[in-house]
Protein backbone atom coordinates (compact mmCIF):
# COMPACT_ATOMS: atom_id res chain seq x y z
CA UNK A 1 0.00 0.00 0.00
CA UNK A 2 1.49 3.55 -1.03
CA UNK A 3 2.42 5.90 1.38
CA UNK A 4 0.77 9.36 0.93
CA UNK A 5 2.90 12.16 1.43
CA UNK A 6 1.80 16.16 1.39
CA UNK A 7 5.08 18.14 1.09
CA UNK A 8 4.83 21.86 2.45
CA UNK A 9 7.53 24.02 0.95
CA UNK A 10 6.34 27.13 3.12
CA UNK A 11 6.00 30.50 2.77
CA UNK A 12 4.18 33.52 2.80
CA UNK A 13 4.51 35.30 -1.11
CA UNK A 14 4.57 31.41 -2.06
CA UNK A 15 3.91 27.98 -0.12
CA UNK A 16 4.20 25.38 -2.15
CA UNK A 17 2.22 22.07 -2.13
CA UNK A 18 2.49 18.73 -3.30
CA UNK A 19 0.61 15.35 -2.71
CA UNK A 20 3.15 11.88 -3.74
CA UNK A 21 2.16 8.55 -3.09
CA UNK A 22 5.31 6.02 -2.68
CA UNK A 23 5.33 2.33 -2.55
CA UNK A 24 7.03 -0.21 -0.85
CA UNK A 25 9.72 -0.37 -3.88
CA UNK A 26 9.79 3.60 -3.72
CA UNK A 27 8.14 4.24 -7.18
CA UNK A 28 6.71 7.78 -6.58
CA UNK A 29 3.73 9.34 -8.23
CA UNK A 30 2.92 12.81 -8.04
CA UNK A 31 -1.24 13.08 -7.50
CA UNK A 32 -1.20 16.90 -7.23
CA UNK A 33 0.67 19.99 -6.73
CA UNK A 34 0.24 23.88 -6.65
CA UNK A 35 1.30 26.83 -4.97
CA UNK A 36 -0.57 28.85 -2.38
CA UNK A 37 0.39 32.59 -3.37
CA UNK A 38 -0.26 35.91 -0.99
CA UNK A 39 0.90 39.39 -1.62
CA UNK A 40 3.03 41.52 0.52
CA UNK A 41 0.31 44.48 0.64
CA UNK A 42 -2.13 42.15 2.34
CA UNK A 43 -2.17 42.20 6.40
CA UNK A 44 -0.55 39.51 7.21
CA UNK A 45 -3.61 38.44 9.44
CA UNK A 46 -5.02 38.10 6.16
CA UNK A 47 -1.99 36.04 4.74
CA UNK A 48 -2.03 33.77 7.04
CA UNK A 49 -5.95 32.72 7.32
CA UNK A 50 -5.35 32.38 3.38
CA UNK A 51 -2.54 29.80 3.71
CA UNK A 52 -4.54 28.19 7.08
CA UNK A 53 -7.88 27.84 4.18
CA UNK A 54 -5.68 26.66 1.37
CA UNK A 55 -3.64 24.12 3.30
CA UNK A 56 -6.93 22.96 5.36
CA UNK A 57 -8.57 22.37 1.75
CA UNK A 58 -5.62 20.26 0.81
CA UNK A 59 -5.39 18.00 3.57
CA UNK A 60 -9.06 17.48 3.39
CA UNK A 61 -9.64 16.57 -0.27
CA UNK A 62 -6.22 14.03 -0.05
CA UNK A 63 -5.94 12.99 3.31
CA UNK A 64 -2.68 12.08 3.43
CA UNK A 65 -0.83 9.56 5.76
CA UNK A 66 2.08 12.26 7.11
CA UNK A 67 3.18 15.46 6.11
CA UNK A 68 6.85 16.85 5.25
CA UNK A 69 7.78 20.33 5.99
CA UNK A 70 10.67 22.28 5.09
CA UNK A 71 12.63 23.42 8.66
CA UNK A 72 13.21 26.63 8.68
CA UNK A 73 16.97 26.55 9.10
CA UNK A 74 19.52 29.73 9.04
CA UNK A 75 18.39 32.33 6.55
CA UNK A 76 20.27 35.81 6.38
CA UNK A 77 17.34 37.95 5.32
CA UNK A 78 15.56 37.70 9.12
CA UNK A 79 11.61 39.17 7.85
CA UNK A 80 11.97 35.92 5.44
CA UNK A 81 12.92 34.03 8.22
CA UNK A 82 9.90 35.16 10.44
CA UNK A 83 7.46 34.70 7.46
CA UNK A 84 8.50 31.04 6.74
CA UNK A 85 8.00 30.16 10.22
CA UNK A 86 4.54 31.91 10.57
CA UNK A 87 3.35 30.02 7.68
CA UNK A 88 4.79 26.70 9.24
CA UNK A 89 3.56 27.05 11.93
CA UNK A 90 -0.28 27.33 10.64
CA UNK A 91 0.67 24.00 8.10
CA UNK A 92 1.87 22.33 11.50
CA UNK A 93 -1.23 23.12 13.58
CA UNK A 94 -3.33 22.30 10.53
CA UNK A 95 -2.07 18.67 10.19
CA UNK A 96 -2.01 18.62 14.18
CA UNK A 97 -5.73 19.28 14.01
CA UNK A 98 -6.47 16.22 11.33
CA UNK A 99 -3.84 13.77 13.60
CA UNK A 100 -1.63 14.22 10.67
CA UNK A 101 2.23 13.31 11.67
CA UNK A 102 4.35 15.95 10.66
CA UNK A 103 8.20 15.69 10.00
CA UNK A 104 10.55 18.91 9.30
CA UNK A 105 13.60 18.48 6.74
CA UNK A 106 16.20 20.56 6.16
CA UNK A 107 16.37 21.59 2.57
CA UNK A 108 20.33 19.95 2.34
CA UNK A 109 18.54 16.70 3.52
CA UNK A 110 15.95 16.99 0.97
CA UNK A 111 18.42 18.03 -1.68
CA UNK A 112 20.63 14.60 -0.46
CA UNK A 113 17.53 12.53 -1.01
CA UNK A 114 16.55 13.56 -4.49
CA UNK A 115 20.16 14.54 -6.20
CA UNK A 116 22.21 12.47 -4.31
CA UNK A 117 24.14 15.98 -3.09
CA UNK A 118 22.99 18.04 -0.08
CA UNK A 119 24.60 21.37 -2.27
CA UNK A 120 22.59 20.49 -5.34
CA UNK A 121 20.90 23.99 -6.92
CA UNK A 122 17.31 24.48 -7.72
CA UNK A 123 17.73 23.38 -11.20
CA UNK A 124 18.97 20.12 -10.86
CA UNK A 125 16.58 19.45 -7.71
CA UNK A 126 13.94 20.10 -9.74
CA UNK A 127 15.39 18.24 -12.89
CA UNK A 128 15.75 14.95 -10.31
CA UNK A 129 11.96 15.33 -9.19
CA UNK A 130 10.46 15.25 -12.91
CA UNK A 131 12.49 12.02 -13.34
CA UNK A 132 11.43 10.44 -10.30
CA UNK A 133 7.75 11.43 -10.61
CA UNK A 134 8.12 9.92 -14.38
CA UNK A 135 7.33 13.96 -15.50
CA UNK A 136 8.07 15.66 -18.65
CA UNK A 137 8.97 19.01 -16.86
CA UNK A 138 9.47 19.85 -13.47
CA UNK A 139 6.41 21.32 -11.36
CA UNK A 140 6.69 24.82 -11.65
CA UNK A 141 7.26 27.47 -9.91
CA UNK A 142 10.19 26.11 -8.24
CA UNK A 143 8.31 26.13 -4.89
CA UNK A 144 6.23 23.33 -6.39
CA UNK A 145 9.07 20.92 -7.12
CA UNK A 146 10.70 22.04 -4.13
CA UNK A 147 7.31 20.45 -1.99
CA UNK A 148 7.40 17.73 -4.54
CA UNK A 149 11.04 17.01 -3.17
CA UNK A 150 9.91 17.35 0.21
CA UNK A 151 7.44 14.41 0.02
CA UNK A 152 9.59 12.07 -2.18
CA UNK A 153 12.60 12.43 0.84
CA UNK A 154 10.38 11.86 3.44
CA UNK A 155 8.13 9.22 1.26
CA UNK A 156 11.54 7.39 0.61
CA UNK A 157 12.07 7.16 4.58
CA UNK A 158 8.71 5.73 4.87
CA UNK A 159 9.22 3.08 2.10
CA UNK A 160 12.30 1.96 3.30
CA UNK A 161 11.84 -2.00 4.51
CA UNK A 162 11.78 -2.08 8.07
CA UNK A 163 11.42 1.88 8.87
CA UNK A 164 7.98 3.82 9.70
CA UNK A 165 7.09 7.04 8.08
CA UNK A 166 8.64 9.18 11.07
CA UNK A 167 11.72 6.72 11.67
CA UNK A 168 14.99 8.20 10.91
CA UNK A 169 17.13 5.63 8.44
CA UNK A 170 21.07 5.08 9.09
CA UNK A 171 23.40 5.45 6.35
CA UNK A 172 24.28 2.18 6.63
CA UNK A 173 20.89 0.74 5.94
CA UNK A 174 20.42 -1.59 3.28
CA UNK A 175 18.72 -1.39 -0.08
CA UNK A 176 19.22 2.32 -0.50
CA UNK A 177 20.17 4.20 -3.15
CA UNK A 178 22.82 6.32 -3.29
CA UNK A 179 20.82 9.21 -3.30
CA UNK A 180 18.84 7.95 -0.37
CA UNK A 181 22.53 6.90 1.56
CA UNK A 182 23.56 10.36 1.04
CA UNK A 183 20.10 12.16 2.39
CA UNK A 184 20.64 9.75 5.27
CA UNK A 185 24.03 11.03 5.83
CA UNK A 186 23.01 14.76 5.48
CA UNK A 187 20.06 14.22 8.06
CA UNK A 188 22.71 13.25 10.63
CA UNK A 189 24.81 15.97 10.18
CA UNK A 190 22.62 18.14 10.69
CA UNK A 191 21.38 16.95 13.81
CA UNK A 192 24.88 16.97 15.18
CA UNK A 193 25.25 19.65 17.83
CA UNK A 194 27.28 22.71 17.04
CA UNK A 195 29.54 24.72 19.16
CA UNK A 196 28.52 27.75 20.96
CA UNK A 197 29.30 30.62 19.47
CA UNK A 198 31.56 33.48 20.87
Given at each position: ?????????????????????????????????????????????????A??????????R????????????????????????????????????????????????????????????????G?????????????????????????????????????????T??????????????????????????????
Amino acid sequence: MALRVVGVDPGLTRCGLAVVDVEPNRRATLVDVTVVGTTPDHPLDERLLAIAEAIDAWLDRFTPDVMAVERVFSQLNVSTVMGTAQASGIVIVSAARRGIPVALHTPTEVKAAVTGSGQADKAAVGKMVAKILRLDEPPRPADAADAAALAIAHGWRGATPGSQASGTVSAGSSGLTPAQRAWAAAEAAARRPTAPQR
